[in-house]
């Protein structure tokens, strides 16, 4: 009997006596490392911030991994509550790779590695849990590791967003061209094996000489419906990871299998099974509530789950677009409205896009699961967003259009202009950035008739964010400067 077919055997037994299916891991192969990979034009690809990690003491390394991947086939049905048990299929070899960022000191290093399942909507391989949140990561000595687990990264394909692809491959073959993806079907096992690769390396050490106590699985958008997948079907038969955060997932995961596979959907809801023995922290922001519906999957906090869902965020943002980009972490420029409808010169929006405050939430959020998972301390409850159910379902929004209820920030609680997940016409992708629109001359200075007050009343919100657990500390300080410097009430 394979070690896979054992554990899932052991699994079964688990659930039948009533213990967590992840208290017993069948052993995920290790795969064959390759690296530090060299040559083609010389740096790894990937959408991801552009300063050099030297500048904040850390080192970038690329590695391949290859081995055998299998493809999973459910046992019963696949229920709306998540506890669902699979047994694997078709095998297939494959090779792809995997970028490291850690310290470049051992001493700066804390334990922790958070592997990103890399996001592929926009036809490429792009980072984007770890470009909202690359600053709390440095400050907490994290190492990130990004995982090539889909097609169209590697092979190319069909993009989400409807822009044409932009796979490893055709990028730089020089680099790339031994990469081998067998399809979607095998990507959880690909991210299951990657993450095997950082825990017990079989050849080359992708972290160096850092030793890793703690190992975190990320995703956003795509990716996190993938981790529903992944969380659901996966790990109670791996139990490789520590602890997820799943980031701006919809109603449901995604099919178990697809084509050139047999086809096994999901269902619609799916919610994420209570009876983890990992915690899950899923991170929402109003785009996801309705254009991706999953307000259809939305669940009580417990002992593993806890369910943050942010005021005046979009999908995808400013900051994630533009400005994170080449944060540094110490800028109070991170904490300025950012006025564009053309995000990286490439989508052409009718309104400037959401400039909300999502990654500082979502700082405090890497900070929190990082907590939980290594000391147990779990994450604060917090609100949910206030939707009226309807027909049609809508957000119940205050006096100045923005969203009541859910995770509160001081760009919220002390506006200066709406900050929504809609308003946008055009593309999928402008559909996704939600708006930005600045209050007037005539509503700022009713608001705050001086800078005293707006300051005031600006401070007072982030320490009640701070105090929440909502808002770091470091960042709350960056956004009193802004606020400082900011013309409001001047």
């Not at 990130?144 to 055709?170: D, R, Y």
């Not at 001081?410 to 559909?431: N, R």
Request: aromatic share 8%; charged share 15%.
């Amino acid at each position: 009997m394979s070690r896979l077919a054992t554990g899932f055997v052991v699994a079964v037994a688990l659930l039948s006596s009533g213990v967590a299916p992840g208290a017993v891991s069948a052993q995920v192969p290790r795969p064959t490392i390759e690296g530090p990979i060299t040559g083609g034009r010389g740096t790894p690809f990937v959408a991801a911030t552009t300063f050099d990690l030297s500048e904040v003491g850390y080192v970038q390394e690329e590695y391949f991994i290859s081995g055998t991947a299998r493809a999973f086939t459910n046992v019963g049905p696949l229920g709306a509550d998540g506890k669902w048990m699979v047994t694997p299929g078709a095998t297939a070899p494959y090779k792809t790779r995997i970028l490291v960022y850690r310290p470049a000191k051992r001493t700066r290093f804390r334990g922790t590695v958070i592997v990103e399942w890399l996001n592929v909507s926009g036809g490429l391989d792009a980072a984007p849990d770890w470009l909202s949140s690359h600053t709390q990561m440095i400050r907490e000595g994290i190492a990130w590791v990004g995982v090539s687990a889909q097609f169209v990264g590697i092979e190319g394909g069909m993009s989400i967003l409807g822009n044409p692809s932009v796979p490893l491959k055709t990028v730089d073959p020089a680099r790339y061209g031994s990469l081998a993806h067998p399809g979607d079907s095998f990507s959880y096992d690909i991210f299951s094996q990657a993450g095997e690769a950082i825990r017990q390396p079989s050849g080359p050490n992708p972290l160096g000489d850092l030793r890793m106590k703690a190992l975190i699985a990320a995703g956003d958008s795509q990716s996190a419906f993938r981790l529903v997948t992944y969380i659901d079907a996966i790990h109670p038969v791996a139990g490789v990871y520590d602890g997820f955060l799943v980031h701006s997932r919809a109603s449901t995961g995604v099919p178990l299998s697809e084509m050139p596979q047999p086809a096994i959907p999901v269902p619609s809801p799916t919610l994420i099974r209570t009876d983890l023995d990992v915690p899950v922290l899923t991170f929402q922001t109003e785009t996801d509530l309705l254009f991706l519906q999953s307000r259809l999957a939305r669940q009580d906090d417990t002992n593993r789950l806890r369910l943050w869902e942010v005021a005046g965020t979009a999908h995808a943002d400013a900051y994630l677009l533009v400005t994170g980009m080449s944060d540094l972490g110490k800028s109070p420029d991170a904490a300025n409205l950012v006025l564009t409808s053309s995000p990286l010169g490439v989508f052409i929006c009718p309104r400037p896009i959401n400039s909300g405050p999502q990654h500082f939430v979502l700082n405090a959020a890497i900070h929190w699961l990082n907590r939980w998972v290594r000391r147990g301390t779990p994450p604060p409850s917090a609100p949910r967003l206030d939707v009226d159910p309807g027909p049609p379902a809508r957000f119940v929004l205050d006096a100045h259009g923005n969203v009541t209820g859910g995770i509160r920030t001081p760009e919220l609680d002390v506006p200066i202009a709406t900050l929504s997940s809609g308003g946008q016409s055009g593309s999928l992708a402008c559909l996704l950035f939600g708006t930005t629109a600045p209050f007037d001359a005539s509503t700022l200075a009713t608001l705050y008739p001086t800078h005293r007050a707006y300051t005031s009343a600006f401070n007072q919100a982030t320490r009640r964010a701070v105090a929440a657990g909502f808002v770091m500390k470091s960042d709350a300080r960056l956004m009193e400067i802004a606020a400082a410097r900011s013309a409001v009430g001047r």
